[in-house]
């Protein structure tokens, strides 16, 4: 195993009566929480404890391979 960082991307989304958050790069690793701070602290907390899930199983860690990036456009 690398001692190596990985960074992911999270996205976090308004669900309406809260907010949830995902890894693109790890399907199945997602949170929920009440307010944005929240939701992000939790899908940080969801994502070693995932990879951990995902080395007990012997499965591979994936690459980060997202990318975030904003575009601009008049509303």
Do not use: Q, W
Request: net charge negative; charged share 20%.
């Amino acid at each position: 195993m690398s001692n190596t960082p990985i960074k992911y991307a999270i996205v976090i989304e308004d669900a309406g009566a809260n907010y949830f958050a995902y890894v693109p790069d790890l399907p199945g690793c997602v949170a929920t929480g009440s307010t944005v701070e929240e939701t992000e602290g939790a899908i940080r907390e969801a994502i070693p404890f995932h990879l951990e899930g995902l080395r007990s199983d012997n499965l591979p860690i994936p690459r980060a391979s997202s990318r975030v990036e904003y575009f601009e456009v008049a509303a």
